[in-house]
């Protein structure tokens, strides 16, 4: 069984900055989406097992950087510039088999940025 922990998240003014970590028991294929209430899950930004790949959402390009650190099994969604419309319930996903599907989740953490 895949376990994936969020933490990182919390309350933010607009233009602030927030790093969320998503600590995994293993190394995989990782992504970050979002789901603002209302809404459905969003994609928000994925990395390679490896981490030289990484791909976003044209939303967040050039404000969020997605990252890991394959030595603690952990992934990271740097967060700048933050808006209101980035506010939601952000989860990381794993795909544990490598074959391009999400079939694990983390809990969420919530991002409430203020205008």
């Known amino acids: 069984q895949v376990q994936l922990v969020e933490s990182g998240g919390g309350l933010v003014r607009a233009g602030g900055s927030l790093r969320l970590s998503c600590a995994a028991s293993?190394?995989?294929?990782m992504g970050w989406f979002r789901q603002a209430p209302g809404r459905e899950r969003d994609f928000v930004a994925r990395?390679?097992?490896?981490?030289?790949?990484?791909n976003y959402a044209d939303s967040v390009k050039g404000r969020f950087a997605i990252s890991r650190d394959n030595a603690k099994n952990t992934v990271y969604l740097k967060m700048d510039s933050l808006k209101p419309e980035d506010t939601a319930v952000y989860y990381c996903?794993?795909?544990?088999?490598?074959?391009?599907?999400?079939?694990?989740w983390g809990q969420g953490t919530q991002v409430t940025v203020s205008s």
């Open positions: 996903a794993a795909d544990s088999t490598a074959v391009g599907t999400w079939d694990y």
């Open positions: 293993g190394r995989y294929r």
């Open positions: 990395i390679s097992r490896g981490g030289s790949i990484t």
